[in-house]
């Protein structure tokens, strides 16, 4: 499994890499929908945007407490390995539904972000934009941060119910039209349009790799599902490519 997966990689001359919020576990970040993830804890309508807009305080609390933790944590192995193989040019683009930026800070150039980053944040009336650094000193001191405007500062991040950023799709439908190869790693592939990427590149061709330590919705489809910790099948997978 370990040298199939490496000679795809060395076969492909477009791999496209699409990846969840189980790579940023081992960041100390939790995911979704693990038995421990973000919804054993929190209802899922915290991430709504009817939600945010009817109780700002309380997303802001739960942003204070969760989200804004995201922006201290650093890139794990599976974020430097994946960083590794763009340099070398084995991996062309990461696609991310991750809002952390750890893709960028282990050295990913060429990162879609399809969900947004917290770490910009922008008034919904007049559009100026705020860093999270500005964010976080309002929060010491009032429970939701407003714009001199007067208008409410809300994440750059998708809602639920909220269109992905344009620009975003429309880079990730490319890629995934032109790729040979498309790695999911850490994504339990339920969420749409993230999850369709990989089903538009195995219409088109590709082959299609999941690795994973769980079932994911798109396992069906897929000509290689590696179930395991993406650290421990990273670094062997790492090591085999220095040897
Ligand atoms: P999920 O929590 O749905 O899936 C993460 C997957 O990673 C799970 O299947 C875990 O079992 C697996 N996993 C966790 N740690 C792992 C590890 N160390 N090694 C291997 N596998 C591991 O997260 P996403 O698929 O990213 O959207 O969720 C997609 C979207 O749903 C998110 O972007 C977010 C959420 O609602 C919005 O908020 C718009």
């Given at each position: 499994m370990y040298q199939e997966f490496v000679d795809l990689l060395r076969q492909s001359s477009y791999c496209v890499v699409l990846t969840g919020a189980g790579v940023s576990t081992p960041s100390g970040i939790p995911d979704f929908r693990s038995p421990t993830g973000l919804y054993s804890k929190y209802?899922?309508?915290?991430?709504?945007i009817d939600y945010f807009y009817s109780s700002p305080a309380s997303f802001y609390s739960f942003c204070k407490e969760v989200l804004l933790p995201m922006i201290d944590a650093q890139p794990n192995l599976v974020h430097e390995f994946l960083a590794w193989l763009e340099e070398r040019g084995y991996v062309k683009v990461v696609i991310t539904q991750n809002i952390d930026g750890l893709h960028q800070k282990a050295g990913s150039k060429d990162v879609v972000e399809l969900h947004g980053n917290i770490s910009r944040f922008k008034c919904d009336k007049c559009g100026k934009l705020y860093d999270h650094n500005w964010v976080r000193r309002e929060l010491e001191k009032k429970a939701v941060p407003h714009c001199l405007c007067g208008g409410l500062i809300r994440p750059d991040i998708v809602f639920f119910k909220e269109s992905l950023p344009w620009e975003a799709v429309n880079m990730a439908e490319m890629h995934s039209l032109s790729c040979d190869l498309m790695v999911v790693m850490g994504s339990s592939l339920v969420v749409y349009p993230a999850a369709s990427f990989p089903i538009l590149a195995k219409k088109n061709g590709a082959k299609l790799v999941i690795i994973n330590n769980s079932e994911t919705g798109l396992d069906f489809l897929c000509d290689l599902k590696i179930e395991k910790d993406l650290v421990e099948f990273c670094s062997q997978v790492w090591k085999m490519f220095q040897s």
């Open positions: 209802p899922q309508e915290i991430f709504d």
